[in-house]
Each structure stands twice: as C-alpha cells, then as structure tokens.
C-alpha cells in the first residue's frame, strides 16, 4: 500500500509556513516521498495572496500585518485561527481526473470529516467571477455551511505533481478583517467553533487524515521532519498528535 507522511504541526511561525509547504512538495518530486499531508496553524495574524494576485493593499494603509504569496492560485485569505492544509501528490495517481473531480475529492474528503464532527456541509458552489478575496465566493467543489463558504481551495501543477492548500477558519475576527478587506466582508465569513463552540479540532485532523487513508487507498505515517523515526500505520489507521487551539 502507497504510504503518505502526515504532518501536523499545530501554530507554525506564520512567515515560513509557504516555504514549509513547497518543501514538503520539493519530498515529492523528488521521491523522498509518495505523498505529504501537512496541518497547521498561524501564529500570527497573516494574509496570503493567490500567486498572480501581483499586488495587494490593506483597505486600511495604516494596518500593517505580514502578507504572503502562496505558490497556489486563489484569492486574498486572511489567517488568524485555522485549519490550514496543504497536499503535495503526483498527479497520475488519485488525482488524474483532472482539476475539477480533484477539488471535488478534497472537498468529499473534509465534508466526511466535519460529519464525524457533527457538522453536515454542502458542496454548492457556484461559477461566479473571481474575487480578490478568496472567502467572497464559492467556486465549484468548495464547501458551504448556511450560504457561506467554509473551505478555500487552491492548487498548483508542478512538473506532475499537484500541490494543494486550503483553509478551514476556526474564528473570525471581524475586528481584523474591517482594516484587511473594508467593512461588510466580515458578512461572508464564518468560523467553525464561532458556529458550533464544542467542535474538537484534535477529533477532526483524526477524522481528516482517517478519511484520506480511506478514500485515497492510502497509508498515513507522521513524521514532521521527513525524519525516519515516525510512528506508522497499519492498514490505514492513522497516528496524529493532538492540534492545540
């Protein structure tokens, strides 16, 4: 069976968790490893710009918190308290379906998750019109809970292998995306544990990472530096540490 590195890595220094993730990415390519599914968090307040998204302002020019180019596409996120993912895997394998069965796998996956949860999601997006930032919209295989996105999505092909990151906010501070993205854009956003206070984030990465084993026919062993000392799995049953909030 394909084996995959899980790697959760909680609050992670929000200036390098891009370079981390083209690392695990960089494994990949280069076939140190078969796949690499990293979770982690921010540990401080950041924005990350999709890659062609050139030039970026806060609505208030007097904010000042670090903004980031993701190597994926997509619009403007604003990261506080996440679950923020990234997937690096050869395109020829799970996900040779092409870009828009491949967002609707993802999507399949976290939806299964949020159910073990208690939280039941839809995929309903629309085909609308890009917007610079990215929770403005719902794009086709991404997430929606009560009209309102819950996942963002993005992808990167890079000499056939797929990089994917997305973002499950946990809270929305509307104080800080007034001076980010102007006022009214708090509106469109929802956070998890503002919706529902009791969701277990150390419950959901399981969930998470058992559905990737499952519906990916894969094995997940974690090991957060690519190291070799790391705790495998048997017959897809998936070790994780627990995802601190």
């Not at 993730?21 to 307040?45: A, F, I, N, Q, T």
């Not at 994926?72 to 799970?94: M, N, Q, R, Y």
């Not at 092409?98 to 796998?105: A, P, V």
């Amino acid at each position: 069976m394909t084996q995959w590195r899980l790697i959760i890595d909680g609050k992670s220094p929000s200036l390098s968790n891009m370079v981390r993730d083209l690392e695990c990415l960089d494994h990949v390519l280069s076939g140190r490893d078969k796949g690499v599914l990293r979770v982690y968090d921010w540990d401080e307040p950041a924005v990350t710009i999709g890659h062609h998204l050139k030039h970026f302002s806060m609505f208030d020019n007097n904010f000042n918190i670090p903004v980031i180019s993701r190597p994926t596409g997509g619009g403007a996120v604003l990261h506080k308290h996440d679950i923020t993912f990234s997937l690096s895997v050869p395109e020829k394998d799970c996900f040779s379906g092409g870009i828009t069965n491949s967002y609707l796998r993802i999507s399949r996956i976290f939806a299964m998750a949020l159910k073990k949860c208690g939280m039941h999601v839809q995929m309903e997006g629309k085909r609308e019109q890009f917007s610079r930032v990215c929770f403005d919209r719902s794009s086709p295989g991404e997430l929606v809970f009560a009209g309102r996105k819950i996942l963002g999505l993005a992808l990167l092909r890079c000499r056939g292998c797929l990089l994917f990151q997305g973002v499950l906010p946990l809270h929305i501070d509307k104080d800080l995306i007034e001076p980010v993205f102007g006022p009214g854009r708090a509106e469109n956003c929802i956070g998890i544990l503002d919706a529902f206070p009791g969701f277990p984030p150390s419950a959901f990465i399981d969930h998470l990472a058992e559905a990737f084993a499952s519906e990916m026919g894969v094995s997940l062993f974690q090991g957060n530096n690519h190291d070799a000392d790391c705790k495998k799995t048997d017959k897809g049953k998936v070790y994780s540490r627990g995802y601190e909030i």
